[in-house]
């Protein structure tokens, strides 16, 4: 391809390809530093339950602010860290963060569930399990506080494995959702042999529901799975009304999206619940 466009083009495309080796390296050098130089934090988005309409609890995000390049998302970086291992100290970090902060929440009187993103790189580690348990035991967060969100590539690489840990967290209280639910390679033997208890549907499905038919119906399957096994769904990326509305009709327990609220720091988050739910009350009386 590149031949047929010209020798200029195939100078462009080999030059391009070594320029993203070399800022690949790059990143995983600044990533080497990121820790230490306190460049990452964590944003919650709230998780509304929609029959009550009360925020049940938040999903951790991780935010990179480059001292060079500023924000960098989360989808260039992650899988980077994930390439080279650093993913492993990052999520170590990304969990004790978040189970601090939950514990602060719980202090002043909200006890809230917090969603941690673990990747599969993390689940693969020997002492994954007890690293998790030792972090909530640090911080005095119950296990059933905490929410592990992992996605189906996570079950792939060696599923005996990873059926044994997450049972071992299930145990233990901790609740694991399915992440991205539909578009990894879903396999109902998953579902069956995994102590999952949350589907969430992947805003893909989400951003054209009612528009799209076919992303309409993957939708209501997926609902009417979680019915079926008896777990929890929770839409992700609702931005609409007409979303939130026909999904708590179809009888989609939970959700999140820029509808309710992008992540928001800390601080934003609180006044977001109190407004959230100062709102309710009003609307009831
Ligand atoms: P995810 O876990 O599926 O998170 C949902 C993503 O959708 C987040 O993107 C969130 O900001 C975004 N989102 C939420 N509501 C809406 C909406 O209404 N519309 C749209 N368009 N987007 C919405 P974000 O924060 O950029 O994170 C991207 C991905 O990076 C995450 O997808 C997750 O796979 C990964 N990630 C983020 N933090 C961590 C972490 O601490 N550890 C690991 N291993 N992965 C993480
Ligand atoms: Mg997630
Ligand atoms: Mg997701
Ligand atoms: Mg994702």
Redesign the pocket.
């Known amino acids: 391809l590149a031949k047929q466009n010209g020798h200029n083009h195939f100078q462009f495309y080999v030059a391009s390809i070594d320029q993203e080796i070399r800022e690949r390296k790059q990143m995983e050098r600044d990533l080497g530093n990121a820790l230490i130089n306190h460049e990452f934090y964590?944003?919650y988005?709230p998780q509304i339950n929609l029959e009550t309409k009360r925020v049940i609890g938040a999903?951790?995000?991780?935010?990179w602010n480059h001292p060079e390049h500023g924000l960098i998302?989360?989808?260039d970086f992650?899988p980077v860290a994930?390439g080279n291992g650093a993913?492993v100290e990052?999520?170590q970090w990304?969990l004790d963060q978040a189970c601090w902060q939950a514990a602060r929440w719980a202090g002043e009187g909200s006890p809230l569930r917090i969603a941690?993103?673990?990747?599969a790189v993390?689940l693969r580690q020997e002492s994954i399990v007890d690293d998790i348990l030792d972090t909530l035991k640090r911080h005095n967060i119950p296990a059933g506080r905490l929410e592990l969100?992992v996605?189906e590539t996570s079950f792939m690489t060696n599923l005996t494995d990873a059926v044994a840990k997450l049972h071992r967290l299930h145990r233990a209280g901790i609740s694991i959702a399915v992440?991205?639910f539909g578009t990894g390679y879903s396999s109902l033997t998953y579902l069956k042999k995994m102590p999952v208890q949350h589907l969430?549907i992947?805003?893909q499905f989400?951003?054209d529901l009612l528009v799209n038919e076919e992303d309409t119906r993957i939708a209501n399957t997926i609902i009417d799975l979680g019915k079926s096994l008896n777990l929890t769904v929770v839409a992700?990326?609702?931005?609409t009304a007409e979303q939130e509305y026909y999904l708590s009709q179809r009888g989609c327990k939970l959700a999140?999206?820029?509808?309710f609220s992008?992540?928001l720091l800390p601080r934003d988050f609180e006044i977001f619940v109190q407004t959230f739910h100062a709102r309710i009350v009003e609307n009831d009386a």
């Open positions: 964590l944003v988005q999903e951790a995000l991780l935010r998302p989360p989808d992650i994930e993913i990052i999520g990304v941690v993103n673990l990747s993390q969100e996605t992440d991205d969430k992947d805003k989400i951003r992700e990326g609702v931005e999140q999206g820029y509808f992008k992540p």
